[in-house]
C-alpha cells in the first residue's frame, strides 16, 4: 500500500496549527482506516522561520503522535521555498505527497479524491478552486489577472490552482532535477508532464490568525512568477523598438511631402524625426541583447531537457518503475 505524506508549510501559525494537526490527523486516521493509504504515512509540518511558537507546537506533536513530523528551516525563506525542502525531504520516504497550506483554506475532504485519483494512475493531482467566494473582490480580481497576464506571456498554468496538489514519487523525483533558484512551483510542475488530473473545491476562510501574503509579497510573487517563467517582456521591447522605427518613416514620409509642398518650418522635420527614428533603433537594439539575455537566463536555470516517463528496456521482462508496480 502506497505512503502519503501531507506537507504543510507553516510561518508563524500557533494560532492554527493545533486545529490544523487534529483535522489533519482525522483524515489521515480515516484513509488509514479504509486501507487507502499506508500506515508509514506522515503529516510533516515544514517550520519556515516562525517567530512565535510554532515549532515548539510542532515538537509537542512530534513527541504526542509519531505520525507528525517537523522540519525546521534555519530562517524564513518563504512559502515556496519551505515548501520544496518539505517535498523534497520526504521524497525518499514516500509514495505521493499532498502540498497543503497550514490555515486549512485548502479543503481537506479534497484529499480523498486526490489519493483515488492517484490510484487510477494520476502522477500530478491538482487541487483547483472552484469558488473563492471567501477572498475579498480585490485578491480575486487581481489574482484573476495574474493568472491571465501568466497565459499571456506563454507559461502554462493550471487556472485558479495554487499549491494544494498531489505529486507522485516519480514526479517529485523530476522535479529535483529543475535546479532553479527562483522558485515559481505551480508553473514548474506542469513542465513535468506525466498524467495529471484535477480536484475541484470551495476555498475556505483562513479560520485563525492573518495572511502571511500582504500586498507587498504578493506582488513580488507576482513578478517572480512571470520573471522566472517568460521571457516575453524581453521580446516586446523588439516590437516596441520596431513599431516606433516604423512610425518615425511614416512620419518622414510625411513631413517630406509637407517639405515639399512649402508648409513646414525650417529644422522641424529633422529634429522630430531624428527623436523617433534614433528613439525606435535603441529600443530595437535593446530587444536584440535582451534576446540573448533571455537565452542566457534559460541557460543558467539548468532545467531538464526531458523527463522518461517509461523505459521499455527488456522485452521479456520488463522492469516496471516504481510508480508502475503499484
Ligand atoms: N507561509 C510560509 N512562509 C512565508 C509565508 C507563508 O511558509 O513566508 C505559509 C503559511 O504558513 C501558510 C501558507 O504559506 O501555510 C500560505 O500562507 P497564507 O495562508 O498566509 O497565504 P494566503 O492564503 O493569504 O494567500
Ligand atoms: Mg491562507
Same mark, same amino acid.
Given at each position: 500500500? %502506497? $505512503?502519503?505524506?501531507?506537507? &504543510?508549510?507553516? !510561518?508563524? =501559525?500557533?494560532?492554527?496549527?493545533?486545529?490544523?494537526? @487534529?483535522?489533519?490527523?482525522?483524515?489521515?486516521?480515516?484513509?488509514?482506516?479504509?486501507?487507502?493509504?499506508?500506515?508509514?504515512?506522515?503529516?510533516?509540518?515544514?517550520?519556515?522561520?516562525?517567530?512565535?511558537?510554532?515549532?515548539?507546537?510542532?515538537?509537542?506533536?512530534?513527541?504526542?503522535?509519531?505520525?507528525?513530523?517537523?522540519?525546521?528551516?534555519?530562517?524564513?525563506?518563504?512559502?515556496?521555498?519551505?515548501?520544496?525542502?518539505?517535498?523534497?525531504?520526504?521524497?525518499?520516504?514516500?509514495?505521493?505527497?499532498?502540498?497543503?497550506?497550514?490555515?486549512?483554506?485548502?479543503?481537506? %475532504? $479534497?484529499?480523498?479524491?486526490? &489519493?483515488?485519483? !492517484?490510484? =487510477?494512475?494520476?502522477?500530478?493531482?491538482?487541487?483547483? @478552486?472552484?469558488?473563492?467566494?471567501?477572498?475579498?473582490?480585490?485578491?480575486?480580481?487581481?489574482?484573476?489577472?495574474?493568472?491571465?497576464?501568466?497565459?499571456?506571456?506563454?507559461?502554462?498554468?493550471?487556472?485558479?490552482?495554487?499549491?494544494?496538489?498531489?505529486?507522485?514519487?516519480?514526479?517529485?523525483?523530476?522535479?529535483?532535477?529543475?535546479?532553479?533558484?527562483?522558485?515559481?512551483?505551480?508553473?514548474?510542475?506542469?513542465?513535468?508532464?506525466?498524467?495529471?488530473?484535477?480536484?475541484?473545491?470551495?476555498?475556505?476562510?483562513?479560520?485563525?490568525?492573518?495572511?502571511?501574503?500582504?500586498?507587498?509579497?504578493?506582488?513580488?510573487?507576482?513578478?517572480?512568477?512571470?520573471?522566472?517563467?517568460?521571457?516575453?517582456?524581453?521580446?516586446?521591447?523588439?516590437?516596441?523598438?520596431?513599431?516606433?522605427?516604423?512610425?518615425?518613416?511614416?512620419?518622414?514620409?510625411?513631413?517630406?511631402?509637407?517639405?515639399?509642398?512649402?508648409?513646414?518650418?525650417?529644422?522641424?522635420?529633422?529634429?522630430?524625426?531624428?527623436?523617433?527614428?534614433?528613439?525606435?533603433?535603441?529600443?530595437?537594439?535593446?530587444?536584440?541583447?535582451?534576446?540573448?539575455?533571455?537565452?542566457?537566463?534559460?541557460?543558467?536555470?539548468?532545467?531538464?531537457?526531458?523527463?522518461?516517463?517509461?523505459?521499455?528496456?527488456?522485452?521479456?521482462?520488463?522492469?516496471?518503475?516504481?510508480?508502475?508496480?503499484?
Amino acid at each position: 500500500m %502506497d $505512503a502519503l505524506y501531507l506537507v &504543510v508549510p507553516c !510561518y508563524n =501559525e500557533e494560532a492554527v496549527l493545533p486545529e490544523t494537526a @487534529r483535522v489533519l490527523k482525522e483524515k489521515m486516521r480515516a484513509l488509514m482506516e479504509s486501507g487507502r493509504i499506508s500506515r508509514k504515512s506522515r503529516i510533516v509540518f515544514v517550520n519556515d522561520g516562525s517567530k512565535d511558537r510554532t515549532w515548539e507546537l510542532i515538537v509537542q506533536l512530534h513527541r504526542s503522535d509519531p505520525l507528525f513530523q517537523g522540519i525546521r528551516l534555519s530562517r524564513n525563506k518563504g512559502h515556496q521555498n519551505a515548501l520544496l525542502a518539505g517535498l523534497m525531504t520526504v521524497r525518499e520516504s514516500c509514495d505521493m505527497a499532498i502540498s497543503l497550506d497550514a490555515d486549512l483554506q485548502d479543503d481537506v %475532504d $479534497a484529499i480523498d479524491e486526490m &489519493v483515488e485519483k !492517484y490510484r =487510477e494512475g494520476c502522477d500530478i493531482v491538482y487541487g483547483v @478552486r472552484s469558488a473563492r467566494q471567501t477572498d475579498t473582490a480585490f485578491k480575486r480580481k487581481t489574482a484573476e489577472t495574474f493568472y491571465k497576464l501568466l497565459r499571456f506571456l506563454g507559461a502554462d498554468i493550471v487556472y485558479n490552482h495554487a499549491d494544494y496538489r498531489l505529486m507522485s514519487r516519480r514526479a517529485l523525483d523530476a522535479l529535483e532535477g529543475f535546479s532553479e533558484v527562483n522558485l515559481f512551483l505551480r508553473g514548474l510542475v506542469p513542465m513535468l508532464g506525466y498524467k495529471t488530473g484535477t480536484v475541484y473545491y470551495a476555498r475556505k476562510e483562513r479560520f485563525a490568525g492573518e495572511s502571511k501574503y500582504p500586498l507587498k509579497k504578493m506582488i513580488s510573487f507576482a513578478l517572480e512568477g512571470i520573471t522566472s517563467l517568460s521571457v516575453k517582456p524581453l521580446r516586446m521591447i523588439t516590437s516596441l523598438g520596431a513599431m516606433i522605427f516604423l512610425v518615425s518613416i511614416l512620419m518622414l514620409a510625411y513631413f517630406l511631402i509637407r517639405h515639399f509642398t512649402g508648409h513646414t518650418i525650417t529644422g522641424w522635420t529633422s529634429t522630430v524625426v531624428s527623436i523617433w527614428a534614433i528613439g525606435g533603433l535603441q529600443l530595437l537594439s535593446m530587444g536584440v541583447i535582451g534576446e540573448y539575455i533571455g537565452k542566457i537566463y534559460l541557460e543558467t536555470k539548468h532545467r531538464p531537457k526531458f523527463i522518461i516517463e517509461t523505459y521499455l528496456e527488456d522485452e521479456i521482462n520488463p522492469r516496471p518503475s516504481s510508480r508502475e508496480m503499484n
